[in-house]
């Protein structure tokens, strides 16, 4: 038989159709059948098709297909002078790693976070070839720095962001105006249109579109063309997320964690259980006596699950009056019937004295874990009704039922227990639990419990020291989903509690005793017990079992990584990486970088020579145009959305690519470079996720002309389009 010499096009002729203007992407089966039912329409479809014909210069046939003739000896003549080529450079010692990108990408969709670091573990671990890009002499790659930029979008190279060309000047450029919080809550009044096509991203003509393009320095801004001289392509990286959920997942931790594959044994295992699976690697887990401090929530933990900051939690005074603005309009202060723990200073819970037994996991601390239950009062608010406390024992400390200051217009018997039958004695108000509470809790003392921040919310407390068991043993799927405390007790307790749920209610004494008994284990087995490193690997770990190239019998030649990033020195770190370099703005990052690359004179920290492997983080731009998680959500905080002025996001764009040459200038020949941003704009997803769960909450308490907010499927629909904006980065590859 015949071979058919008729060919698909190629992606050259695609991007000659799009240049040309010559390629409807309307024209298909459908008009096909369409132009078929209405032949009143023949005018406008022979309109379109005669675009399909291409000019008098154009090699190829009006309307047809590109038809290529079958050479196979003068391709097989030309491949193999290449491959001689190739050989002879070898030979001639031109073994220098290089990245390549073909036409013949084995991509079928866009490229996600764990395909750059599955690049970096193919290049300085055991990682596998990766399949979108070619990569010649692999083993020759010395060193990796993989640079996180938040605040880069896809649209800046694009065009649909045009940053201006010159931005020496920005006094005079006007800002864009801010949306106050009582704007942001009038969407649901918006139209549907107008909902239905904001933050759309752009409709995907062919698959080309997920695979990287030239970046060519005359069709880049001004301050984006240096990028243009260090990467060749850009690259389209998703962040990973969930899209039934709507959520972008973390993709620092994407990167820095890679999975460790299942055994056939154990899948055949997980299929046979109706139960939730144990944790993995329960049988081979080795366990790391912990001290229980190692768990308190840092202020960013503690921000993100939306808890009342304790004033000892800000080291400034610009910190404290920000909180205290953030309070002021969450109404948790004083005036309110608010009181904080009697903690002027975080240093105040210091313990001066030597170091405990090793059997000792407090610290010298006092523990207690609580427990609440809470009824509906007048003005569809929550209230206190039964605390519950017990110490590091087990034993009870206190377990008060407690009146409303409010008439009570639900006991919520189903959760709570209560009834009126059990309140109708009881004179005990919130003002008598908190004098006996700030009597109880001091600097000493850690708060453990489950979803805290709703009990200390009916308690009307702030604390500085939380352990939350939702932060500790965190869902699967990343925050802000999380575990509930019944999986969690019947997963790593192997108990059943709430066995009541939705008739008598809950037992406050028990959910506490099991917060207790998770922390306890989690200070038994280590800080990976409970997360995603139990089931997966830090790539800091992974890295640190190879040798060096030329060295594995030269003693400790193991590879080692450093983290360079924005933070304290007294903060909490990833937890695997051996040096952490702290920086406090983007310049500093910048000679962190250079110096876990070069290493330190004396080899104090980091020996000489440097790291083999090196993770930083720019987040000047990403502060600038509020992408942290402080700014994602401004309807809670109260805090109006002040859009940057182009004039001084071009700045902050042209700073942050200057800060990228710097570092790419400083690198030693044969380092992969890798730069990515991790996910798109945040803001509109964070400010539709926080108009749903005020929906949700509100929802069940309110009629539906009483609530604040609406949530229909038009706001639904606008959720979806801004998660898959948000899950949308960029990312650039090279090798010097």
């Known amino acids: 038989m015949g071979r058919n010499t008729c060919k698909k096009r190629s992606r050259t002729q695609y991007e000659k159709d799009d240049a040309l203007g010559t390629y409807p992407p309307d024209i298909g089966l459908g008009a096909t059948l369409s132009q078929l039912r209405n032949p009143d329409q023949a005018d406008d479809f022979d309109t379109a098709k005669s675009a399909l014909e291409y000019d008098s ?23 193999k002078t290449k491959d001689l080529k ?20 084995k991509l079928h969709s866009c490229l996600k976070i764990l395909d750059l670091q599955g690049l970096v573990l193919y290049c300085l671990a055991d990682g596998v070839s990766p399949q979108w890009i070619s990569v010649r002499h692999h083993a020759q790659v010395r060193k990796a720095v993989v640079l996180l930029v938040p605040g880069i979008e896809r649209e800046m190279f694009d065009g649909t962001i045009k940053l201006l060309d010159s931005v020496s000047s920005i006094g005079d450029d006007p800002k864009l105006p801010a949306i106050s919080t009582s704007d942001q809550m009038k969407v649901q009044e918006c139209s549907t249109n107008e909902l239905s096509n904001e933050h759309l991203p752009s409709p995907r003509r062919s698959p080309d579109d997920y695979l990287p393009f030239p970046l060519e320095h005359n069709h880049l ?28 997942h973390s993709p620092l931790q994407a990167m820095l964690t890679s999975p460790i594959p299942k055994s056939q044994e154990d899948r055949n295992a997980e299929k046979l259980m109706k139960t939730p699976r144990p944790p993995r690697g329960y049988s081979s887990w080795r366990n790391e006596r912990t001290l229980i401090t190692s768990f308190i929530a840092s202020n960013e933990d503690l921000q993100e699950n939306e808890y009342a900051m304790h004033p000892a939690c800000f080291d400034s005074d610009q910190g404290r009056e920000d909180n205290m603005i953030k309070r002021r309009f969450a109404k948790q202060l004083k005036e309110f019937g608010w009181v904080d723990t009697k903690v002027k200073v975080l240093e105040d819970a210091e313990i001066s004295e030597s170091p405990m037994d090793s059997c ?78 700030l009597d109880l809790f001091g600097a000493n003392t850690i708060l453990i419990g489950h979803s805290l921040n709703a009990d200390l919310n009916a308690m009307k407390l702030s604390h500085p020291f939380i352990i939350d068991t939702s932060i500790i043993y965190p869902h699967p799927r990343g925050p802000p ?102 920086c406090s703005n983007d310049e500093e990052v910048v000679g962190g970088v250079k110096r876990a690359l070069l290493g330190d004179n004396d080899g104090a920290v980091i020996p000489g020579g440097g790291v083999d492997f090196t993770w930083a983080r720019l987040r000047e731009l990403e502060n600038l145009r509020g992408w942290s998680n402080d700014n994602r959500n401004p309807i809670s905080s109260g805090t109006p959305i002040i859009e940057p002025s182009l004039a001084e996001l071009s700045l902050a764009v042209s700073q942050t690519v200057q800060n990228i040459v710097s570092i790419h200038s400083i690198l030693p020949p044969c380092t992969l470079f890798i730069v990515y941003s991790g996910t798109g704009n945040p803001i509109e997803m964070g400010r539709l996720q926080e108009m749903r769960r005020r929906f949700k909450k509100e929802y069940s308490i309110k009629k539906w002309d009483e609530l604040s907010v609406q949530w229909t499927d038009v706001e639904e629909q606008a959720l979806r389009r801004a998660c898959a904006k948000a899950r949308q980065g960029a990312g650039f590859v090279t090798i010097t």
């Open 221 to 248: 801004s001004t301050p984006l063309k240096p990028l243009a001289k260090i990467f060749t392509h850009f690259l389209p990286v998703n962040a990973p997320g969930d899209d039934k959920y709507y959520k972008v």
């Open 481 to 582: 989903l999380k575990s509930s405390l019944k999986f969690l007790a019947q997963k790593y307790l192997g108990r059943e509690i709430q066995k009541n749920h939705g008739s008598t209610g809950h037992d406050s004494i028990e959910d506490a005793t099991a917060c207790l008994d998770l922390v306890k284990q989690k200070c038994e087995k280590g800080i990976k017990w409970g997360t995603s490193e139990a089931s997966g690997e830090s790539i800091f770990t992974r890295l640190s079992r190879m040798h060096r190239p030329g060295t594995a019998k030269a003693g400790d030649t193991y590879r080692l990584g450093a983290r360079v990033d924005h933070g304290r020195k007294d903060q909490k770190t990833w937890g695997s990486e051996k040096i952490w370099i702290p």
């Open 360 to 437: 000792d996991l407090t610290a010298g601390r006092t523990v207690l874990a609580l427990d609440c239950e809470m009824c509906q009062v007048e003005g569809n608010e929550y209230a206190l009704t039964r605390i519950s406390i017990i110490d590091w024992n087990g034993e009870v400390v206190m377990d008060e039922l407690v009146m409303p200051d409010k008439p009570i217009t639900n006991y919520l018997t189903q959760y709570s227990g209560m009834t009126a039958a059990k309140l109708s004695s009881v004179t005990t108000m919130l003002s008598d639990i908190q004098a006996r509470l």
């Open 57 to 79: 210069d154009s090699t190829y046939p009006s309307g047809d297909w590109k038809v290529v003739a079958h050479h196979s000896k003068r391709r097989k003549s030309s491949q």
């Open 86 to 105: 190739d050989r002879a450079a070898i030979k001639k010692g031109d073994n220098r790693p290089a990245l390549t990108f073909a036409e013949t990408h």
